[in-house]
């Protein structure tokens, strides 16, 4: 989590991180830390009572969400494939930049606020005030100056940010990771079914032309043993390839282009 140091200034004590957190998700604690009993009870609960107003308050002008439509509820149901995958991601993406916008508004509307509040509460003629001692004059300087600062508010902003961008890349890691996967299965799926022997023409036709020689030299030769360590190295079953071979021996068209592609080999030691 990011901090912003200033020269000169004191950090408040309870803003700082903890030893206690290293290595934890510090946005999900199952058992959050609970005050001490030596600590004060009165003064750390009205900070953290603003600040979850501020955020309830932010949540329900600027992050309201439409209700899906029955329509893109199904769609949710549908399996996913690379490029719903990547839909999704370019979706989160453009949610994540709303998202942004949206905070840095509140954020700009919020200090905006607060400085004309801090303006319209100070009084210059204090220091016209004979009545007023030097060493209050000098106290009321630096209370108006601490609160110019307002280090707390800008800590507060700090964390929302940090907070936004850990929820956008727990869902963004996740999409990308199934992106792979589902494009290595689609992969596998492809190369499984261009390895298949054919068992029609058109279905021939429609191989790689790897696949299509591998396929003409097993129909071309008459060598059954040949044929047989064919079939073994390629994983193809007898069954599988009875359906084209029947094809090859009643289609005369097609057994022409068969031979005539095997004719094409240049080197006659691939025919066989």
Same mark, same amino acid.
């Given at each position: 989590?990011?901090?912003? &140091?200033?020269?000169?200034?004191? #950090?408040?004590?309870? %803003? $700082?991180?903890?030893?206690?957190?290293?290595?934890?998700?510090?946005?999900? #604690?199952?058992?959050? @830390?609970?005050?001490?009993?030596?600590?004060?009870p009165s003064a750390a609960p009205s900070w953290a009572a603003l600040d979850a107003h501020c955020t309830a308050q932010y949540?329900?002008?600027?992050?309201?969400?439409?209700?899906?439509?029955?329509?893109?509820? %199904?769609?949710?149901?549908? @399996?996913?494939? @690379?490029?719903?995958?990547?839909?999704r991601i370019a979706d989160l993406r453009a949610q994540h930049l709303s998202d942004l916008q949206r905070m840095y508004l509140w954020h700009a509307e919020e200090y905006l606020d607060d400085a004309l509040d801090m303006y319209r509460c100070f009084d210059e003629t204090y220091s016209q005030n004979d009545e007023i001692?030097?060493?209050?004059?000098?106290?009321?300087?630096?209370?108006?100056?601490e609160l110019r600062r307002y280090i707390p508010?800008?800590? /507060? &902003?700090?964390?929302? $940010?940090?907070?936004? /961008?850990?929820?956008? $890349?727990?869902?963004?890691?996740? $999409?990308?990771?199934? #992106?792979?996967?589902?494009?290595?299965?689609?992969?596998e799926e492809r190369k499984r079914r261009e390895a298949d022997f054919p068992t029609t023409i058109q279905d021939y036709h429609s191989k790689s032309a790897d696949v299509k020689m591998r396929v003409a030299r097993f129909l071309y030769t008459t060598d059954e043993a040949r044929q047989e360590k064919m079939l073994s190295e390629f994983g193809w079953a007898s069954r599988q390839v009875k359906p084209l071979q029947e094809l090859y021996r009643k289609n005369d068209a097609f057994k022409a282009e068969i031979v005539l592609k095997m004719m094409e080999v240049k080197d006659p030691r691939q025919r066989v």
């Open positions: 989590m990011a901090y912003m &140091w200033f020269s000169g200034v004191d #950090l408040p004590k309870n %803003r $700082l991180p903890s030893s206690k957190y290293e290595g934890l998700n510090g946005f999900r #604690l199952s058992d959050p @830390p609970k005050p001490g009993a030596g600590s004060d949540i329900l002008t600027h992050k309201k969400r439409p209700i899906p439509t029955l329509e893109q509820m %199904r769609e949710e149901l549908k @399996p996913d494939t @690379p490029e719903t995958i990547k839909k001692s030097k060493e209050d004059k000098d106290e009321i300087s630096t209370i108006y100056e508010q800008q800590m /507060r &902003w700090e964390d929302e $940010l940090e907070h936004l /961008r850990h929820s956008y $890349l727990e869902q963004l890691v996740p $999409l990308y990771h199934e #992106l792979k996967q589902t494009e290595i299965r689609q992969e």
